[in-house]
């Protein structure tokens, strides 16, 4: 998540900017989420050369590009063009509208973006198992080969839980950043 974040928000804001080029980066983005995710996953093993860990990181780095970018670059065109006029009537350059007036404003929705892209990952990771990865997927595709319920829901059910917690986790973060935006923060 954290290489999709330094990744993708970059990648947004030059979609913002540029709209010939991210036109291409939402095209480009958007065609890697429609691969399946055990064809992708199946692909990678080639072109890395292995199968487990590795194969697995890149899907998901590569399914966790969508949201992010998308939304790095919906924020961004939402901030007012009163706002940005106004930052560089002050004399601001634009790296530091970007920085001081532009991303701040569109902080909520390129968080949410990041949130989606999180939990779709914890979802995607158990597939990582079909490749040597490992984690709750192993237990999820031995229950299904085995037809045996319980250890099926012993992977199924960590695996939602670690959904719920990253999303009980940003939905946290959400509400401080509000907080602190409104000013209701003792600091």
């Not at 106004?86 to 601001?92: D, I, S, V």
């Amino acid at each position: 998540m954290g290489a999709a974040t330094l990744t993708g928000v970059p990648l947004g804001i030059v979609a913002a900017r540029r709209r010939r080029l991210g036109q291409g980066v939402l095209a480009v983005v958007s065609v890697l989420q429609t691969v399946p995710s055990l064809a992708l996953l199946a692909m990678l093993i080639p072109l890395l050369g292995r199968i487990g860990v590795w194969p697995a990181m890149v899907a998901l780095f590569l399914y966790a590009l969508l949201p992010i970018v998308r939304n790095t670059c919906t924020g961004l065109q939402q901030v007012p063009i009163g706002m940005r006029d106004a930052a560089r009537a002050l004399g601001l350059r634009d790296g530091q509208v970007l920085r001081y007036v532009e991303l701040p404003l569109a902080l909520p929705v390129v968080l949410a973006g990041v949130k989606t892209a999180a939990i779709i990952s914890v979802g995607t990771a158990t597939i990582a198992a079909f490749v040597g990865a490992g984690g709750y997927g192993e237990r999820i595709a031995t229950g299904l080969a085995l037809n045996d319920t319980v250890l099926l829901l012993a992977g199924a059910i960590p695996a939602a839980v670690l959904a719920l917690a990253v999303q009980g986790g940003f939905e946290t973060v959400e509400w401080a950043l509000r907080r602190r935006r409104r000013g209701d923060s003792p600091i």
